[in-house]
């Protein structure tokens, strides 16, 4: 499936869908206790079918972006590491430790979730070249969640995109109801863009 670059011809500037699809309406603010670092990789700036823009724009209190792979720009972690709480590295390498109710009770909150965002590859490296992010501990979601994201082509039913990831992650450190409001979101963003794509009007059909 084709990922699709935003050219802002007859879109919406804050939901990059057309006009006539527009979703602002229902991007509907609110806090939590926990804190996100958006570790974006520059590409996907350029890509409507990036779902971490959705996160900022959601939870704008808690959550920031910075951007990495900039040719002149140099990535610098030190601001990310400034920001309050237990800082948890969210992606599945192969010390990462999974985050339940064990976890939460060794290692107590509030938490800073940091989670790199682009393509598998690109993420990965992410953890492995910035020298504070490998003292960090990484964490993963239990096994079993299937995604939902279908804007692009998932080698694995099991992996997440960066909202859904962040959507599940704050379910087991803040409560359900916060994986449930994120997500009702998103799956109307994901039928939306999918109509759009296809023009098919099943994609809106509950």
Not at 13 to 29: D, K, T, V
Request: glycine share 4%; aromatic share 10%; charged share 25%.
């Amino acid at each position: 499936m084709t990922q699709t670059r935003a050219s802002g011809k007859d879109r919406c500037p804050n939901c990059r869908l057309n006009n006539n699809l527009c979703l602002c309406s229902i991007i509907i603010p609110f806090e939590i206790t926990s804190n996100i670092s958006l570790i974006v990789h520059v590409n996907e700036l350029k890509l409507t079918s990036n779902s971490a823009q959705f996160i900022q724009k959601l939870l704008p209190t808690n959550a920031e972006t910075f951007i990495r792979g900039q040719v002149y720009n140099t990535f610098e972690s030190t601001e990310i590491v400034k920001r309050e709480g237990r800082p948890i590295f969210l992606y599945p390498h192969d010390d990462a430790l999974e985050l339940n109710d064990d976890f939460k009770e060794s290692f107590p909150g509030p938490y800073h979730i940091i989670i790199p965002d682009g393509n598998w590859h690109q993420a990965r490296r992410v953890r492995k070249r910035e020298a504070a992010f490998k003292e960090m501990v990484a964490v993963k979601l239990p096994d079993g969640l299937l995604g939902e994201y279908k804007l692009r082509r998932a080698l694995q039913p099991e992996w997440l995109s960066t909202f859904e990831a962040v959507a599940h992650t704050l379910g087991i450190i803040e409560g359900p109801e916060i994986t449930e409001r994120l997500m009702k979101f998103f799956r109307v963003w994901v039928k939306t863009t999918m109509y759009n794509r296809s023009k098919d009007d099943t994609w809106l059909k509950d």
